[in-house]
C-alpha cells in the first residue's frame, strides 16, 4: 500500500551558509533569483505538498527566504548535518505525517522527483530516497557522486563515495558493461516519527568517514527503501557545478 496524500505531507528544505566547497552558495544567483528560491519554487510544484519551509542556521539565508514570500524556520550552527537540520525542523510539524527532505543545492531538481518518492513509502517503511542508473564512466569514478548499492527488494544496503561494487574481472573503463550501478539523488522520504528518532541516533564510523548522513540510519539497523527514477538532477557543490546549472538554465530559457 503506497501513502495517500491525504497524509499531510510538508517539504523541508535544509540550508546552511559555511558550506566548505561553495560558501554561501544558498544564495547564489541562478538567472536572476537566488538558488535557495529556486529550490523552493521545485518543491512548491509537486503534488499534494502542504507545505515548504527552509531549515536554516543563518538569518542572511532566513531573511533572503522571507523576502520571496517563502517560509523560513532557525536551526542551532551545531547541527552536524542537513538531515538533523530537517529532524529539528520536524519537532514543530507536529501535524505531519511524512517530511521530504529535499537538498538546498537542487535548483534543478523536478517537481516528479519529489512525487515519485512519496509514493514510493509503504506504510512499513520509514525511510527512503531516489536513484538513478549510471550512464557515463566519469559518473561511475567521482568521489563526487555517491553510489548506492541495491538489494533484491530494492533497499539499500551502502552509500559511497567509492565505486561499488568493486567488477574484480573486468577492467575499470569495462565495468558498467557488467554491473548496474546507482548514483543517489539527494531527496529524502521520512515518515516525521522515525525522523524524531533519527535526531537521537549517534554518527558512526561509517558515517563520519565517508560524509554520507544517511549511513546512520544503516549503521543502527533501519532500512531505506529506493525508487529508481529517470529524472536527473545536478547537485551544487563547486563553482563549476555552479556555472554548468546557470548554464542549463538560460539554455532551457
Given at each position: 500500500m503506497?501513502?495517500?496524500?491525504?497524509?499531510?505531507t510538508?517539504?523541508?528544505?535544509?540550508?546552511?551558509?559555511?558550506?566548505?566547497?561553495?560558501?554561501?552558495k544558498?544564495?547564489?544567483?541562478?538567472?536572476?533569483?537566488?538558488?535557495?528560491?529556486?529550490?523552493?519554487?521545485?518543491?512548491?510544484?509537486?503534488?499534494?505538498?502542504?507545505?515548504?519551509?527552509?531549515?536554516?542556521?543563518?538569518?542572511?539565508?532566513?531573511?533572503?527566504?522571507?523576502a520571496f514570500?517563502?517560509?523560513?524556520l532557525?536551526?542551532?550552527?551545531?547541527?552536524?548535518s542537513?538531515?538533523?537540520?530537517?529532524?529539528?525542523?520536524a519537532?514543530?510539524?507536529?501535524?505531519?505525517?511524512?517530511?521530504?527532505n529535499?537538498?538546498?543545492?537542487e535548483?534543478?531538481l523536478a517537481?516528479?522527483?519529489?512525487?515519485?518518492?512519496?509514493?514510493?513509502?509503504?506504510?512499513?517503511?520509514?525511510?527512503?530516497?531516489?536513484?538513478?542508473?549510471?550512464?557515463?564512466?566519469?559518473?561511475?569514478?567521482?568521489?563526487?557522486?555517491?553510489?548506492?548499492?541495491?538489494d533484491?527488494?530494492?533497499?539499500?544496503?551502502?552509500?559511497?563515495?567509492?565505486?561499488?561494487?568493486?567488477?574484480?574481472?573486468?577492467a575499470?573503463?569495462?565495468?558498467?558493461?557488467?554491473?548496474?550501478?546507482y548514483?543517489?539523488?539527494?531527496?529524502?522520504i521520512?515518515?516525521?516519527?522515525?525522523?524524531l528518532?533519527?535526531?537521537g541516533?549517534?554518527?558512526?564510523?561509517?558515517?563520519?568517514?565517508e560524509?554520507?548522513?544517511q549511513?546512520?540510519?544503516?549503521?543502527h539497523?533501519?532500512?531505506?527503501?529506493?525508487?529508481?527514477?529517470?529524472?536527473?538532477?545536478?547537485?551544487?557543490?563547486?563553482?563549476?557545478?555552479?556555472?554548468?546549472?546557470?548554464?542549463?538554465?538560460?539554455?532551457?530559457?
Amino acid at each position: 500500500m503506497t501513502v495517500t496524500r491525504s497524509e499531510r505531507t510538508v517539504v523541508v528544505i535544509p540550508a546552511r551558509y559555511n558550506s566548505q566547497r561553495l560558501p554561501a552558495k544558498a544564495l547564489a544567483t541562478i538567472g536572476g533569483k537566488p538558488m535557495i528560491q529556486r529550490v523552493y519554487e521545485r518543491a512548491l510544484g509537486a503534488h499534494g505538498i502542504s507545505r515548504v519551509l527552509v531549515a536554516t542556521d543563518d538569518q542572511r539565508i532566513a531573511s533572503v527566504v522571507r523576502a520571496f514570500g517563502g517560509e523560513a524556520l532557525m536551526t542551532p550552527s551545531s547541527l552536524l548535518s542537513g538531515t538533523d537540520r530537517v529532524a529539528f525542523a520536524a519537532q514543530s510539524i507536529e501535524d505531519a505525517e511524512i517530511i521530504v527532505n529535499v537538498q538546498g543545492d537542487e535548483p534543478l531538481l523536478a517537481p516528479e522527483m519529489i512525487d515519485q518518492g512519496v509514493e514510493l513509502l509503504t506504510k512499513n517503511d520509514t525511510a527512503g530516497t531516489l536513484v538513478r542508473c549510471i550512464d557515463s564512466h566519469e559518473e561511475l569514478m567521482s568521489p563526487n557522486v555517491v553510489k548506492v548499492v541495491l538489494d533484491r527488494e530494492g533497499y539499500c544496503l551502502y552509500f559511497s563515495r567509492s565505486t561499488v561494487p568493486f567488477c574484480r574481472d573486468h577492467a575499470q573503463d569495462d565495468w558498467k558493461h557488467h554491473h548496474t550501478y546507482y548514483k543517489h539523488i539527494g531527496l529524502y522520504i521520512f515518515r516525521r516519527s522515525f525522523l524524531l528518532r533519527f535526531a537521537g541516533l549517534t554518527p558512526g564510523p561509517l558515517e563520519r568517514s565517508e560524509k554520507l548522513e544517511q549511513l546512520r540510519i544503516l549503521e543502527h539497523g533501519f532500512r531505506i527503501k529506493a525508487a529508481i527514477t529517470a529524472y536527473d538532477s545536478i547537485p551544487v557543490d563547486t563553482p563549476e557545478d555552479l556555472d554548468r546549472v546557470r548554464r542549463i538554465l538560460q539554455s532551457n530559457q
